[in-house]
């Protein structure tokens, strides 16, 4: 069965550079999710979208945006980066739209190094 | 959002059940009982789910105390696989869409 894809995998940037990250949902999922983890840490909810909208903010910095696309994809933009942002980051999605079963599915995570 | 109280870290022995608490105290009455674990180096990964009545799936039981303030997670035989971190988690079908907020989960080791 498909999961939630999420790239790249891994991802080095040097501060003040701008990354951004990608999540591709299961297929008819149409919320999505992202989670910040950093070091020993656990998981932390940045924002989520629901049929293309802004549906909740987290602790997502104000140096971070993110947007979901017509075909339900999403991408994370981190400008400015800090040492900081070092961390995983999680993409999730749910069928929220088509009766909620309760889970979220997680993408196996995009690890960024900011050096 | 209302609170979830975990122990920080349990042991279990190899094909032993286990029992893994969440305290709730604050839950309201639109809340759901989620629960996943996170492997290490994965994405947290669903485990159950319920809001009155007890939940059995294939990969555990969730039971849930009457006056809903408290739950258990229970792993009937607990194998090497099953060691990960286990967060208990309140979700409401509310406004939010659903957001999971994890707070500090328990960590258990499992011996063979």
């Known amino acids: 069965a498909a999961g939630v894809i999420q790239s790249p995998r891994h991802l080095i940037k040097e501060k003040r550079e701008t990354a951004t990250l990608k999540c591709y949902p299961i297929?008819?999922?149409?919320?999505v999710y992202w989670y910040q983890q950093g070091p020993g840490q656990d998981p932390q909810f940045l924002i989520s979208?629901?049929?293309?909208?802004?549906?909740d903010k987290g602790s997502i910095p104000d140096r971070f945006s993110a947007q979901q696309f017509s075909d339900y994809h999403s991408e994370l933009n981190m400008s400015s980066l800090e040492l900081g942002d070092s961390a995983l980051y999680f993409c999730?999605?749910?069928?929220?739209?088509?009766?909620?079963?309760?889970?979220?599915?997680f993408g196996e995570g995009s690890r960024l190094t900011v050096l | 959002d209302a609170k979830t109280t975990q122990p920080n870290s349990m042991e279990s022995n190899e094909e032993e059940p286990v029992h893994l608490p969440c305290n709730h105290s604050?839950?309201?009455?639109?809340?759901?009982i989620h629960w996943y674990r996170q492997l290490p180096s994965q994405g947290p990964e669903y485990v159950i789910h319920?809001?009155?009545s007890n939940v059995n799936n294939r990969m555990a039981s969730l039971a849930i105390a009457e006056d809903r303030k408290s739950s258990t997670l229970i792993l009937h035989r607990a194998t090497l696989r099953d060691a990960a971190v286990y967060y208990c988690?309140?979700?409401?079908?509310?406004?939010?869409?659903?957001?999971?907020?994890f707070g500090k989960g328990t960590k258990l080791s499992v011996k063979p």
């Open positions: 999730a999605s749910s069928p929220l739209g088509l009766g909620d079963t309760g889970e979220l599915f």
């Open positions: 297929p008819r999922h149409d919320t």
């Open positions: 979208f629901y049929e293309k909208m802004q549906s």
């Open positions: 604050t839950i309201s009455g639109t809340d759901y």
């Open positions: 319920g809001l009155t």
């Open positions: 988690i309140l979700r409401s079908y509310g406004g939010s869409q659903g957001n999971l907020i």
